[in-house]
């Protein structure tokens, strides 16, 4: 089972960026699909998540800014993210869990410059 995340950069503040997570392999199922991040000198934090049927679930800081969605049939999560601040900056990391067992990506940067 891999992840692969992209849609990482520089982008100014005020900016936007789309990130996207394609999972492949065997999976039976893909129950509950989000984005973390873990920013410089940080712990990995939620970014948000979104269940199989689309209920989604944001932090705080992101609220208003970000969108979650995913398309089950090509087993891809994404992460719309819009007027970006330079504490949004870290490395953001995809994550899904099937059948009780967590699976991760290997992450994609993001920089925001103020």
């Known amino acids: 089972v891999q992840l692969q995340a992209s849609g990482g950069g520089l982008v100014p503040a005020r900016g936007s960026l789309r990130l996207s997570c394609v999972v492949s392999g065997s999976i039976f199922s893909i129950n509950r699909m989000g984005w973390y991040r873990q920013g410089p000198g940080k712990e990995r934090e939620l970014v948000a998540f979104?269940?199989?049927?689309?209920?989604?679930t944001y932090a705080d800081s992101v609220k208003g800014r970000f969108t979650i969605s995913r398309d089950n049939a090509k087993n891809t999560v994404y992460l719309q993210m819009n007027s970006l601040k330079p504490e949004d900056t870290g490395v953001y990391y995809c994550n899904f869990d099937s059948l009780g067992i967590n699976y991760w990506g290997k992450g994609t940067q993001v920089t925001v410059s103020s």
């Open positions: 979104i269940t199989r049927i689309g209920v989604t």
